[in-house]
T-cell receptor
C-alpha cells in the first residue's frame, strides 16, 4: 500500500463548479496534511495545510480532514480555468519533517 | 523574504558523469528535503537534512548523496549518471521542527544523454 494515495484523474469540471479532490494515507501517526498546486513545468506551491479534524477554509479552498478514516480532501469552489493544474496531497509521517506525496490529481476547469 | 533558490535551473549531462545541485533554503529554515519528480513516478523523496545531519532517507541507490552546510545550504550529488536519472529535482525548505509545511524551490531540470 502506498503511503499517500490520490486519484490520478484527470478530473474535469466546468467553470464555476465545485472541484473535489481526495487523498488517503496509510500512517495513522501522521499529524499534518498539505495540499500543493503544481502548474505544468513549475514547482509545487503550497495552498492549504490542515492539522485538526474537520474543515479549514481559505477563500475558495476548503480542506477537510478525517483522521479516523485517514482521509483528506480539498474542495475548490467556483472553479476557474486558472485552477487547472495538478494537485498534490502531502503528509508528514513524523515530526522530523518526513513528508510524503501522492501522485497528484490533474484538474482541468473548462470555460 | 527571499524564497528557496536552486541552482542551476537546467543541466545536460552525459551518462557516467556526475552532477552537483545546490539549494539555499528560506532564511531561518534549517531543514532541506530533496525530491525527484518524473512523469511516471511522481514526487519521490530522496533525503532530508537538518542542522547538517541527514535525518530521513528515501529508497534511492547510493549514487544519490547529499550534504548540508552550517548556513543550511544543501547540495545533492548524483554519481555515475544513468539515463533514468533525467528528472526535475526539487528541494523543499522548512523550519524542520514539528509538523510544519515546506516550500519548494523552482527545481533543477536534469537531462542525461
Amino acid at each position: 500500500q502506498k503511503e499517500v494515495e490520490q486519484n490520478s484523474g484527470p478530473l474535469s469540471v466546468p467553470e464555476g463548479a465545485i472541484a473535489s479532490l481526495n487523498c488517503t494515507y496509510s500512517d495513522r501517526g501522521s499529524q499534518s496534511f498539505f495540499w500543493y498546486r503544481q502548474y505544468s513545468g513549475k514547482s509545487p506551491e503550497l495552498i492549504m495545510f490542515i492539522y485538526s479534524n474537520g474543515d479549514k477554509e481559505d477563500g475558495r479552498f476548503t480542506a477537510q480532514l478525517n483522521k479516523a478514516s485517514q482521509y483528506v480532501s480539498l474542495l475548490i469552489r467556483d472553479s476557474q480555468p486558472s485552477d487547472s493544474a495538478t494537485y498534490l496531497c502531502a503528509v508528514n509521517i513524523n515530526r522530523d519533517n518526513d513528508m510524503r506525496f501522492g501522485a497528484g490529481t490533474r484538474l482541468t476547469v473548462k470555460p | 523574504k527571499a524564497g528557496v533558490t536552486q541552482t542551476p535551473r537546467y543541466l545536460i549531462k552525459t551518462r557516467g558523469q556526475q552532477v552537483t545541485l545546490s539549494c539555499s533554503p528560506i532564511s531561518g529554515h534549517r531543514s532541506v528535503s530533496w525530491y525527484q519528480q518524473t512523469p511516471g513516478q511522481g514526487l519521490q523523496f530522496l533525503f532530508e537534512y537538518f542542522s547538517e545531519t541527514q535525518r530521513n532517507k528515501g529508497n534511492f541507490p547510493g549514487r544519490f548523496s547529499g550534504r548540508q552546510f552550517s548556513n543550511s545550504r544543501s547540495e545533492m550529488n548524483v554519481s555515475t549518471l544513468e539515463l533514468g536519472d533525467s528528472a526535475l529535482y526539487l528541494c523543499a525548505s522548512s523550519t524542520g521542527t514539528g509538523w510544519t509545511e515546506a516550500f519548494f524551490g523552482q527545481g533543477t531540470r536534469l537531462t542525461v544523454v
